[in-house]
């Protein structure tokens, strides 16, 4: 198979004149020197990895898988990371989908070589990223290195970092989130990375501590996770000036938490491995813009609603296709990506995202959006964390299931009230609620709908 491009954007061209969002140079070039990376691409290249080949590995966080990502850069290959946990079984299918010239177990030394001369340009494809999906095969996502590039430009300014800012990382440098802001942008900005092997939240805070941490990015259960550990006090984050939250549970509640306890400003954002972080507020932009929206457009990024409000995406950091061609078809409307989320947009621009298309739980012919009804839970004092998901019922063909995370007790007749008191329409109303000391998520820190489903099969 070839991982080439399968997707040219209709708009690329008004992006490509001189100092326009295409005009970028290859990443060697973005990211600057770093060491060991020219000996480490000589090294592939006498295992004969050139130009458009693949190379693969299952590793945790190090700074040996950013030299691998930069050495394939170097040279114009492909990067195609696995997660560390992945199991045998799933390795094996995706090595077979990218065909790899060489591949990496965590174990496995790295080859050195005499130094290899920077070949890849700014458009040979950089990454292939697995989307982290609930069910069914994942996704095989495609970036360039134009793509990449533009991207950690853009969000160095839109943050507004330093050279003296450091980012704790603990996504795995497999995912999207992890590879842009714990390696692209900070290089791009000069600054320093700490990576974790894994998220613990009492090491997160011995790392904030003793590593002076400014930038934080994640998903709210690591920061509702860092708030609730044992050793958490506010002098032990006191260096932390910024953060940056996406994904489901980024509310207004949440963010009025995080800003007070951790002392640093919260702003929401919206992004996916397709369409990496496409809105969030800007530096220097008002607080409660980025408290109640998830953002307005980061550089040169687009955005209309389509059929049922879904939110559609244009711009110089879309991926360039998936592995798989009819795939990458479907995923466009008109040159345009399908994101599959609801939003709104209000006349300056900026956008609320208000459910997924298929998040929806169909009570007695009623669409009830599960985002909507996690919000109304969030915001009650005593939960934590809420997932939504839909159950069979023989009368009403589902009905809405709440699994939380709470801080004291809280039960049906708790929450019916509580979505009474906030007026919530009563057909969106919780008909169970089960309280568990952890929601499972996915490696990204996205709520696991599937394994919440299946914990609900067992209680």
């Known amino acids: 198979m070839s991982l080439q491009p399968t997707f040219v954007h209709p708009e690329a061209g008004a992006w490509a004149a001189p100092g326009g969002a295409?005009?970028?140079?290859?990443?060697?070039?973005?990211?600057?020197?770093?060491?060991?990376?020219?000996?480490?691409?000589?090294?592939?290249?006498?295992?004969?990895?050139?130009?458009?080949?693949?190379?693969?590995?299952?590793?945790?966080?190090?700074?040996?898988?950013?030299?691998?990502?930069?050495?394939?850069?170097?040279?114009?290959?492909v990067a195609a990371p696995i997660h560390h946990h992945a199991s045998d079984a799933e390795v094996a299918r995706l090595l077979a989908r990218v065909d790899p010239r060489v591949f990496f177990a965590a174990d496995d030394?790295?080859?050195?070589?005499?130094?290899?001369?920077?070949?890849?340009?700014?458009?040979?494809?950089?990454?292939?990223?697995?989307?982290a999906g609930s069910s069914g095969e994942p996704k095989g996502v495609l970036h360039t290195q134009r793509t990449l590039g533009y991207k950690a430009r853009t969000m160095v300014a839109v943050h507004g970092l330093a050279p003296d800012d450091t980012v704790?990382?603990?996504?795995?440098?497999?995912?999207?989130?992890?590879?842009?802001?714990?390696?692209?942008?900070?290089?791009?900005?000069?600054?320093?990375?700490?990576?974790?092997?894994?998220?613990?939240p009492e090491q997160a805070l011995d790392l904030i501590e003793a590593e002076r941490i400014t930038?934080?990015?994640?998903?709210?259960?690591?920061?509702?996770g860092l708030m609730a550990a044992a050793g958490f006090s506010p002098e032990r984050v006191a260096s932390l000036r910024l953060i940056s939250s996406g994904g489901a549970g980024v509310t207004p509640a949440f963010v009025d938490e995080a800003t007070q306890r951790l002392g640093a400003v919260v702003?929401?954002?919206?992004?996916?491995?397709?369409?990496?972080?496409?809105?969030?507020?800007?530096?220097?932009?008002?607080?409660?813009?980025?408290?109640?929206?998830?953002?307005?457009?980061?550089?040169?990024?687009?955005?209309?609603?389509?059929?049922?409000?879904?939110?559609?995406?244009?711009?110089?950091?879309?991926?360039?296709?998936?592995?798989?061609?009819?795939?990458?078809?479907?995923?466009?409307?008109?040159?345009?990506?399908?994101?599959?989320?609801?939003?709104?947009?209000d006349d300056e621009g900026w956008i609320t995202i208000t459910g997924r298309i298929k998040d929806v739980v169909i009570r007695g012919g009623e669409n009830v959006s599960v985002a909507t009804v996690e919000a109304v839970l969030e915001a009650h004092?005593?939960?934590?964390?809420?997932?939504?998901?839909?159950?069979?019922?023989?009368?009403?063909?589902e009905r809405v299931v709440a699994v939380v995370e709470a801080t004291t007790g809280f039960d049906l007749d708790q929450c019916q009230r509580w979505f009474a008191e906030q007026g919530a329409t009563k057909f969106t109303w919780p008909e169970r609620v089960v309280v568990v000391d952890r929601i499972p998520t996915l490696p990204a820190g996205k709520p696991d709908r599937e394994a919440v489903r299946d914990l609900l099969s067992r209680h």
């Open 215 to 224: 930038f934080m990015v994640g998903p709210p259960t690591f920061f509702i």
């Open 168 to 200: 704790l990382m603990p996504a795995p440098l497999a995912h999207i989130s992890g590879l842009l802001n714990g390696l692209l942008v900070p290089q791009a900005a000069g600054m320093r990375s700490v990576f974790m092997a894994r998220w613990d």
């Open 109 to 131: 030394s790295l080859p050195e070589g005499p130094p290899a001369a920077a070949t890849g340009q700014a458009a040979d494809v950089a990454c292939v990223i697995w989307t």
């Open 267 to 345: 702003k929401r954002a919206y992004g996916s491995t397709e369409a990496p972080t496409v809105a969030t507020a800007h530096a220097g932009d008002p607080p409660e813009r980025g408290r109640d929206t998830d953002g307005r457009a980061t550089g040169q990024a687009r955005f209309r609603l389509g059929d049922g409000d879904e939110l559609l995406v244009s711009g110089p950091e879309l991926f360039v296709g998936y592995d798989d061609p009819v795939a990458t078809e479907a995923a466009f409307t008109d040159g345009w990506f399908r994101t599959g989320d609801r939003a709104s947009i």
């Open 22 to 77: 295409l005009d970028q140079p290859p990443l060697d070039e973005v990211l600057g020197p770093a060491a060991g990376v020219a000996a480490l691409a000589g090294g592939l290249h006498a295992l004969g990895v050139g130009r458009g080949d693949v190379v693969a590995w299952q590793r945790p966080n190090s700074t040996e898988v950013v030299a691998l990502y930069r050495a394939c850069w170097r040279l114009g290959a």
């Open 381 to 397: 004092p005593s939960v934590r964390h809420a997932v939504v998901v839909g159950e069979p019922d023989e009368r009403l063909g």
